[in-house]
């Protein structure tokens, strides 16, 4: 039977990756993800995790070694945050253009400068072009059941590619909440080892990481790109089965709450989503129609259930924790480009907090609520980015 512990993220994200039998394990420790490489190296030193665990020097070591490990075959897991992601930037676009299906925890932390080691998305969010399938876990519940997930869909023989699961850096990270842990012969029966053949082989040699000119670079790109839009069916379906294996699905691509008959619906994704669905019961209970979209998975990202979701709607925020610096936030310019797609277009509001690891209260979100209600009741508002100060 599935036991249930009381632990922080990190831990869920280190029992997940231990249930997930990886065979090589590449740990460089970054605040605030260190907990979830030390946790590994207790279960491999005490003989419960049979893997190999390379200490590595950097992490540009890390997602090297998990690049060489990946390349003969062997299940893979790192983890890292912030600046440790940008440092490995180089070899995570190795990583998906040679098809290695890496999973990496990322424990979302900003960026410098102002240095800074507390968590918003900007860490993640500027690796959306690396070719990385990224996923975004509210709580750690999810944390767990992703890490498990990420195996099941980057391993796919229709996929393979690298999987990054990304969560809230001390928000969720070293939050400590009940979990409950999957059971170890379903896990197996849910990830059995992919022997794949995108691998080094002696009695099979092929070239991996090959130089490709101007007569093919582009029809690897165009089979990367159809891999990764498959990734999304492929998350559908695994949601689905683990569901029916474990008692717990998180609605594929994207969760939806109470936006059937919303007039005004925030966009987000990781833990704010909790603050807000607190937010949209109590506006609900005072007769407003509001909602909540978070999104689960930003690469591929999933268009089609967002304007499935939200074409009914007037008025749609986007909240979030990053910047691209003179235009917009990152989250808003895709789906404001996805809603842009659909039959009708809703007004789009972007509203950029959290930044640093500034407190998202329920004041700011009532606050960016009252706004998209405005505009929804025919009262055109401003749609300028709006930096959301509230919440000092």
């Known amino acids: 039977m599935s036991e249930k512990m009381f632990i922080c993220s990190d831990e869920a994200v280190a029992l997940g990756a231990k249930l997930a039998r990886p065979q090589v394990i590449a740990a460089y420790p970054i ?11 207790d279960y491999v030193e005490d003989g419960s ?13 890390a997602i090297t070694a998990s690049l060489g490990a990946a390349s003969v075959g062997a299940r893979t897991f790192t983890a890292t945050s912030s600046q440790g992601l940008l440092y490995m930037t180089e070899g995570l676009y190795y990583a998906s253009g040679a098809r290695f299906p890496i999973v990496m925890m990322d424990a979302n932390r ?88 995108n691998k080094m082989d002696l009695d099979n040699p092929t070239s991996n990481c090959i130089t490709a000119g101007p007569d093919y670079n582009l029809e690897f790109h165009y089979q990367q790109h159809i891999a990764t839009l498959k990734a999304g069916e492929k998350l559908i379906a695994a949601d689905k089965e683990y569901g029916e294996l474990f008692g717990r699905t998180y609605g ?48 591929p990202f999933p ?28 989250v808003f ?19 950029i907090a959290g930044l640093g690891g500034r407190s998202i209260l329920k004041g700011d979100i009532a606050q960016c609520f009252d706004k998209l209600l405005r505009q929804a009741a025919g009262e055109p508002q401003s749609p300028t980015v709006e930096f959301v100060k509230l919440g000092c």
């Not at 995790?49 to 200490?55: F, R």
């Not at 690796?127 to 997930?149: F, N, P, V």
């Not at 209970?285 to 909540?292: I, P, R």
């Not at 089609?304 to 917009?328: M, N, R, S, T, Y």
Request: proline residues 3%.
């Open 333 to 351: 310019t895709n789906v404001n480009s996805a809603l842009m797609r659909g039959t009708t277009k809703p007004a789009t509001f972007n509203f």
């Open 252 to 299: 594929g691509l994207v969760e939806t709450y109470r936006t059937d008959d919303a007039d005004a619906v925030i966009v987000t994704l990781g833990s704010v989503a909790g603050t807000t669905r607190c937010v949209v019961d109590a506006l609900r209970a005072e007769g407003k129609k509001v909602g909540l979209l978070r999104i689960r998975c930003m690469r």
């Open 110 to 197: 900003s960026l410098a400068l102002p240095w800074n080691i507390y968590g918003d998305q900007r860490d993640s969010l500027s690796q959306l072009a690396s070719g990385w399938i990224q996923l975004y876990a509210e709580d750690a519940q999810e944390a767990l059941d992703l890490t498990i997930q990420a195996y099941k869909v980057a391993e796919d023989p229709e996929v393979m590619l690298p999987v990054m699961v990304c969560l809230d850096g001390f928000v969720l990270t070293h939050t400590y909440e009940v979990v409950e842990i999957p059971e170890q012969d379903k896990v197996d029966a849910f990830i059995p080892y992919q022997n794949y053949a």
């Open 49 to 61: 995790l049979k893997a190999t665990y390379l200490h590595v020097e950097s992490e540009h070591s």
């Open 31 to 41: 605040t605030p993800q260190t907990i979830v490489v030390e946790r590994l190296s």
């Open 303 to 330: 268009e089609k259930e967002i304007i499935a979701a939200l074409q009914h709607v007037k008025a749609v925020g986007v909240l979030e924790k990053d910047i691209d610096h003179g235009c917009e936030g990152v």
